[in-house]
């Protein structure tokens, strides 16, 4: 009986929400469990990593990886943002023939700058071995690692997923491959294999995850009734064809700069300093991105959500939406800063080893820097949302320049400090830009 009430009460506190506080729940919690496990096993992973290899050669590790995801980040785009943007619409006219011609321009961007980000990655490996003080085998397992590339033709799948709203698979194919990577990692650290056995088992990890992807990709196309897409009249859709791949182009340019900034700090820290260095400010990174691992699938979620208000015009709701989720993910982030800077050091010490406590300043500053993050998290895809994405990418763009100079500037002269800190700048420069932004769009009331 006391289970039945506890059952009737939540379900009277549940559809006290709104429909769209309901639905952004109920997908939000789905990507959020998946996202929170895939977090973790992904921690477990570094830290099986670090504790096996020597510092200097889990840096070389880092480096490697880093690498091939950064050009993967710059030049693969991912065709999600355009596939649900321009879908929705079509979806909405149940105009099916547009949502092939849709299908079919995001599938030639996938497959198309997948190919060329693996040429240039497997071309400029031997260019910046020296930079990084890769070995000749290092440079052989670099090229191999850029199949990763390769196979990241997931856009449209991903896009697929979430105009159907099926956040909950995503998130359980993101625990597959850190799952898998995380048990490779432990018989890695059990049976103290080497530098080898680890970049080749992450690899394999990522291929299966990118792998069932695509085969989950082709059944939803077939279920959908999209087969045909490759043989469709490529006719324009809601906007002109041109303005799709200009959206395309520009949301993917905002993206791979975000994505690429995230990642491209350990690379520079590896040249300015060497592999430990940049071995020491992962360990710092992957412990202070932690921080955002429960907010993440707000933006996932919140994206077709604004695309869809803001189609409709319904001003008001998307602004009480954006204001409801900036300051929920305020407060959680800040909840979850002060449990991270209290639970620094011993986190550090009883995980990766006292090898690596120098990384514990710059754990706190990069956590620091990922709040803000969080804070903002819903800037970029409501103004995506409004058709501003050009603004975006001028805010993105300025405030990666600075950021650049920053961690150029302060790693040379703080070391791994002064690169912590460049990560604070940086989101406070784009937090600001983006704030101006928003507030003119609203002003105009443009849609």
């Not at 690379?267 to 020491?280: E, F, K, M, S, Y």
């Not at 002269?413 to 769009?441: E, K, P």
Request: charged fraction near 15%; proline fraction near 2%; hydrophobic fraction near 55%.
């Amino acid at each position: 009986m006391a289970t039945l009430a506890k059952d009737r009460i939540e379900r009277v506190k549940f559809s006290s929400f709104s429909p769209l506080a309901q639905a952004l729940i109920r997908n939000a919690a789905a990507v959020f469990s998946g996202n929170m496990i895939a977090g973790v096993l992904g921690l477990l992973s570094v830290v099986a990593a670090a504790r096996t290899l020597e510092p200097d050669l889990f840096g070389v590790l880092i480096l490697i990886v880093t690498y091939v995801t950064v050009v993967d980040r710059l030049l693969n785009f991912q065709s999600w943002t355009a596939l649900v943007r321009f879908g929705t619409a079509a979806r909405e006219r149940n105009d099916v023939e547009e949502l092939r011609t849709v299908v079919k321009l995001c599938f030639f961007a996938d497959v198309s700058t997948a190919a060329a980000g693996a040429l240039v990655a497997v071309g400029l490996a031997p260019l910046v071995a020296g930079q990084f003080g890769w070995s000749d085998s290092d440079i052989v397992l670099v090229q191999i690692y850029a199949l990763v590339i390769v196979t990241n033709i997931v856009g449209v799948t991903t896009g697929l997923l979430q105009l159907e709203r099926n956040f909950g698979l995503l998130a359980k194919l993101n625990v597959l491959a850190a799952a898998l990577k995380a048990i490779a990692s432990i018989i890695g650290f059990a049976a103290d294999f080497g530098f080898s056995y680890f970049v080749l088992s992450w690899l394999v990890a990522d291929l299966i995850k990118n792998g069932t992807l695509i085969w989950v990709g082709i059944r939803l196309i077939r279920r959908l009734n999209l087969a045909q897409f490759l043989r469709s009249s490529s006719r324009d859709v809601d906007g002109g064809r041109w303005r799709m791949l200009k959206f395309l182009f520009v949301t993917n340019l905002v993206t791979s700069l975000k994505m690429a900034i995230r990642e491209l700090d350990v690379l520079v820290v590896g040249a300015i300093l060497d592999p430990r260095g940049a071995g020491i400010y992962k360990v710092a990174k992957q412990f202070g991105s932690t921080l955002s691992r429960p907010i993440d699938p707000v933006n996932v979620v919140i994206y077709p959500e604004f695309a869809s208000l803001s189609a409709a015009g319904a001003d008001t709701r998307f602004w009480r939406l954006f204001l409801k989720i900036t300051l929920m993910t305020f407060l959680a982030a800040t909840l979850m800063l002060i449990v991270l800077y209290a639970a620094a050091v011993p986190l550090i010490t009883y995980t990766v080893g006292a090898d690596y406590l120098s990384a514990v300043p710059v754990f706190i500053l990069y956590a620091v820097g990922v709040h803000i993050a969080i804070s903002t998290i819903a800037f970029y895809p409501a103004l995506t949302a409004m058709g501003y994405e050009e603004r975006s990418l001028a805010a993105i763009a300025i405030a990666a320049a600075i950021y650049f100079a920053a961690l150029y500037l302060l790693t040379v002269q703080y070391g791994l400090v002064g690169a912590g800190a460049a990560h604070i700048v940086f989101y406070l420069v784009w937090g600001f830009m983006m704030s101006l932004s928003l507030r003119a769009a609203k002003v105009r009331g443009r849609r």
